[in-house]
Antibody, heavy 116, light 107 residues
Framework: QVQLVESGGGLVKPGGSLTLSCAVS????????MSWIRQTPDKGLEWLGY????????SYAESVKGRFIISRDNAQNSLSLQMNSLRPEDTGTYYC?????????WGQGALVTVSS | DIQMTQSPSTLSASIGDRVTITCRAS??????LAWYQQKSGEAPKLLIF???TLEGGLSSRFSGSGSGTEFTLTISNLQPDDFATYYC?????????FGRGTKLEMK
């Protein structure tokens, strides 16, 4: 069955960096756009960005553009979210999800806490 | 960005009731509107896409309607498993935006 499993969450200080990973199985990863979405107390569910099949096209929400980087490794069936210059308002649960805009499968989420 | 406004934010209902949740978009999203269900501690789950198309395997007690800027999710004959938070999402325009959710609680 389709599985998306995030890892890499944790506590980080403001200004710090963290990288989340999403391991995918149960469907042909290289045939699907992938996205990252987060859920925060302040803004609720917020789409962060998507990456195309080959990784050549990436689109970001304005709130994370220039700070976050989405990448993928089709050989390893994995998706990554590199987060830099983290702020307290980035605290929340981060989900990887299948597709560019309509999210039919989600991971279980990774909790990221930005605090000194 | 397109703003998605859901109402009510909380809805109290009983087993067997029929309930309706409304979602309004700040500009037309055509029929590119989805609904998700989220239970506590879990990821959102896609229920309905393209305004009214039910995701495979889900109960026909869930239905969606609308177009343009106003949409509704209706749940008939409420069951215990339906008590959760429901979100609408537009996928017509980047950035793809979600409503703030409607928490359906047991009366």
């Amino acid at each position: 069955q389709v599985q998306l499993v995030e890892s890499g969450g944790g506590l980080v200080k403001p200004g710090g960096s963290l990288t989340l990973s999403c391991a995918v199985s149960g469907f042909p990863f290289r045939d699907h756009y992938m996205s990252w979405i987060r859920q925060t107390p302040d803004k609720g569910l917020e789409w962060l960005g998507y990456i195309s099949l080959s990784g050549s096209l990436v689109s970001y929400a304005e709130s994370v553009k220039g700070r976050f980087i989405i990448s993928r490794d089709n050989a390893q069936n994995s998706l990554s979210l590199q987060m830099n210059s983290l702020r307290p308002e980035d605290t929340g649960t981060y989900y990887c999800a299948r597709s560019r805009a309509l999210f039919d499968h989600w991971g279980q989420g990774a909790l990221v806490t930005v605090s000194s | 960005d397109i703003q998605m406004t859901q109402s009510p934010s909380t809805l109290s209902a009983s087993i067997g009731d029929r309930v309706t949740i409304t979602c309004r978009a700040s500009q037309s999203v055509s029929n590119w509107l989805a609904w998700y269900q989220q239970k506590s501690g879990e990821a959102p789950k896609l229920l309905i896409f393209a305004t009214s198309t039910l995701e495979g395997g889900l109960s026909s007690r869930f239905s969606g309607s609308g177009s343009g800027t106003e949409f509704t999710l209706t749940i008939s004959n409420l069951q215990p498993d339906d008590f959760a938070t429901y979100y609408c999402q537009q996928y017509d325009n980047n950035p793809f935006t979600f409503g703030r959710g409607t928490k359906l609680e047991m009366k």
